[in-house]
């Protein structure tokens, strides 16, 4: 799919976009990938792991609708991974989190839309499922602007999805590399929010995987959740400091004691497939589509009224050895 093809990535330096472009490039032939980001010290850096041909480095923020128009120029995919995501920092600073992560939506779907590029998609979060934070209500709207994108572009080609998942093993912001640094700094105990806690976990190689198949799968519309395993926060900290006691320090403010990616208002219009889940539009399309077979041909299911996807009643969840080896796979 994307041999031949100009790919834009927004937040390209983060964690997610080093890894997708270094996914892209070892399994494709892409014509052109473009890095457009803020910050020029990452995109340095990067350069330097990034010396390929196709690599292209623009210095951009998605509050800028011009600048973006001019980078997706004869762009045929975007992947849109830039956003604010620090929960407390979007408390304290509301009005800069909405600008960049709804006005900035608003940005990558006009540019897509007036440069024709063909398809977007759109990283969410579990914290966009029934939100209580404003980071979570910001990546809602996100959403919900990116899925409503598909009925105002008329007889253009362009197509929006969302994917939705939980928590990155090792990225940055995950607890993963917190606990890490605690304990080489010799840390006598580790510190935990409530021993209940659990979250759902996938790896950045996951991520990027799955990323790339809704690429394949998308018709327009969807909102992709993968099938991810949850693990308790007290099995974590077995995992990676099983000698070490733990502080509870209690729930912050904004956050959940368990994950939720799919809630039980969305069970009537989610389609379950073997690997993932599809939320289906709310709104009605005018080019109607049949979701329930997609475009790798895999055919979903109904998930019946009442069904929920959160951390704590997930079917599968980690063992302390298993999660022993997913962190070995992220230092």
Known sequence: MFDNSSVLVTGGTGS?????IATLLSRYKPRRVIVYS??????YEMQQDFAQEQMRFFI????????LRQATRD???IVHAAALKQVPAAEYNPGECIKTNVGGAENVIAAAVSNGVKKVVALSTDKAASPINLYGATKLLS??????ANNTVGKQDTRFAVVRYGNVAGSRGSVMPLFRKLI???AMELPITDPRMTRFWITLQE????VIKAFERMY???LFVPKIPSALITDLVKAMAPDLPVKLIGIRPGEKLHELMISRDDSPITLEFPDHYVITPSIRFVSGRNYQINGRNETGTPVGEGFKYASDTNPVFLTVPEIEALSRQTT
């Open 16 to 20: 997610f976009g080093r890894k997708f």
């Open 38 to 43: 803020r910050d020029e010290l990452k995109q």
């Open 60 to 67: 951009g923020d998605v509050r800028d609708g011009e600048r």
């Open 75 to 77: 762009v045929d995919f």
């Open 143 to 148: 959403d919900k602007l990116f899925i409503a």
């Open 184 to 186: 080489s700094e010799g």
């Open 207 to 210: 991520g990027t995987d799955f």
């Open 220 to 222: 327009g519309g969807e």
